[in-house]
């Protein structure tokens, strides 16, 4: 289950909440179709494969 982070975090893109793994750490969930709509400035290997 994925929370949101809050406004501190809020409007940064391709980051889309966090969660907690099996074993108690925190993981970022990352929002891969907001990073690839950012105009291929944040991952530009996907606007050229795509």
């Known amino acids: 289950m994925a929370k949101p982070l809050g406004p501190l975090f809020e409007g940064v893109p391709g980051i889309a909440g966090a ?4 074993d108690g750490r925190l993981a970022l969930v990352l929002d891969l179709a907001g990073l690839a709509g950012e105009g291929g400035q944040l991952l530009p290997s996907l606007k050229a494969a795509g």
């Open 19 to 22: 969660t907690v793994t099996g």
